[in-house]
């Protein structure tokens, strides 16, 4: 392809975005096909010929985009968004074009330099102390492994990547029954196994960690022998919004020498709100790692995901490692893959210099604020509708409900107001019942398209029932 083609199809591919956009309300939420009907399209060998960009695009059209459960659609409940802002993907046409390979200074300084003020922009914004430094990562699964692999080597002294962990001892991990899988599989890929992560009952309005089973199971490890490394808190899980009230996690970490990580991937986008800050926030700063995802709530394109350290150096101490091919001489400065597991490193800074330019914070805030509070309106519809039960009461704006009828009717509700296409769903479970979740959050959506939900769910239910 030469340039001006290039330029060319640039400009159709953005004529086609807008219209995408500007008409997704029209378009079925969920993909609607069946397995294996977008693979059965695709000759089952490469062309050994070019074959031009007009036959590509009319192709894409005809296979792919049936086949595409659109992400961006203002009614898509399902989950949890992972929003794109118009500004945030003007900035990824143009990291895609520049190209760059960001993972030490020298080889993107600009990436590099704007990535630390960014990470600062975020902290100021969501109210956390100017001690906190920090790096953004591809996901929070990513984060969350960078902190195990750190709570290992630290429960370890630091032998754990030198010696392997055979002789060390059972390390043990702890965080509440509502954490995300992430947090297992992190677990896992340390080596520490899923039988040595302690996971806590939890308690009270928020489904928090009950602190004192948490204190008996420290307890109990360490007169076992085994060797308490860390606890995991969450601000937002992703099942019912459960969150830990931190100050006392905090505590027990404190008397017990352990390292915290804090996983707020989703729900910690609404921090940037002060009035959520005593709720959920309260005694954040005491963390030795936090995490949480623009590419969720706040719009910037999928991937990008912040953690926040109270003191990078333990972190550094677990993943840095420098062959003098990766050395830089001269000037003392950073090098963000030696905060993060993968080497190479893309220029996501840029989407959120992008974005918070945009709207600045307090535009952001308008849209958070606004779905909370059509989540906790939709909720009372649902309430009031004929047998239908509110499982958990809004967190933020997650919430999840039951229709009339055992586990199996749950899911047939699910699956039919998904196949209706005008909104999407999914379920969960919840003290061992089958519930379905509601979540707000699509960056574009209005108080019309989230009340839409109620009538649609009434429709589809009187439809089955």
Request: proline content about 5%; aromatic content about 10%; overall charge negative.
């Amino acid at each position: 392809m030469e340039w001006d083609e290039f330029a060319h199809w640039g400009k159709h591919i953005s004529d086609w975005a807008a219209e995408y956009h500007k008409t997704l309300r029209d378009r079925p939420v969920r993909a609607q096909t069946a397995p294996g009907k977008i693979a059965a399209q695709l000759p089952t060998a490469p062309p050994e010929s070019a074959e031009a960009m007009d036959a590509i695009m009319a192709d894409f059209e005809r296979i792919v985009m049936p086949g595409i459960t659109h992400w961006q659609h203002p009614r898509f409940f399902a989950y949890f968004p992972a929003n794109a802002a118009p500004p945030s993907m003007l900035a990824e046409m143009l990291v895609t074009t520049i190209a760059a390979q960001c993972m030490l200074w020298q080889t993107s300084p600009a990436a590099t330099e704007v990535e630390g003020v960014m990470v600062d922009w975020l902290r100021q914004a969501l109210g956390l102390g100017a001690g906190f430094s920090g790096v953004i990562q591809d996901s929070a699964s990513s984060a969350t492994l960078s902190a195990v692999l750190t709570m290992r080597e630290r429960a370890t002294g630091w032998r754990g990547n030198r010696e392997g962990l055979s002789g060390q001892g059972a390390l043990r991990i702890y965080c509440s029954d509502q954490v995300h899988s992430s947090i297992d599989r992190a677990c896992w890929v340390a080596g520490i196994g899923q039988d040595n992560l302690v996971k806590i009952s939890t308690t009270g309005p928020r489904h928090g960690i009950d602190m004192e089973v948490l204190r008996r199971a420290i307890a109990s490890d360490r007169a076992a022998g085994h060797i308490p490394a860390g606890i995991i808190a969450v601000t937002g899980a992703t099942g019912i919004g459960a969150s830990d009230i931190l100050g006392p996690v905090l505590q027990v970490a404190r008397d017990e020498d352990l390292y915290t990580h804090l996983d707020a991937a989703w729900a910690g986008a609404a921090m940037i709100c002060p009035e959520f800050r005593n709720d959920f926030w309260a005694d954040v700063d005491g963390f030795d790692s936090i995490v949480f995802n623009p590419h969720k709530w706040l719009g910037a394109q999928f991937d990008c995901s912040v953690q926040f350290l109270r003191d990078p150096q333990a972190q550094l101490n677990t993943l840095k490692i420098e062959p003098e091919y990766l050395k830089t001489s001269g000037a003392k400065v950073t090098n963000f893959s030696e905060w993060t597991i993968p080497l190479g490193r893309r220029f996501r800074a840029l989407k959120i210099w992008f974005l918070l330019r945009a709207y600045g914070v307090e535009g952001l805030r308008g849209r958070i604020r606004n779905h909370v509070t059509w989540a906790g309106e939709l909720c009372e519809r649902i309430r009031a509708l004929d047998g239908f039960e509110i499982v958990t009461e809004p967190i933020l704006s997650l919430f999840s409900f039951r229709c009339p009828g055992d586990d199996a009717t749950q899911q047939r509700l699910v699956d039919a107001l998904n196949d209706d296409g005008r909104i999407y769903l999914t379920q969960g479970m919840h003290k061992g019942r089958k519930i379905i979740r509601f979540s707000v959050g699509q960056f574009d959506c209005t108080r019309d398209d989230v009340m839409m939900a109620a009538q649609v769910i009434d429709e589809v239910w009187k439809e089955i029932a």
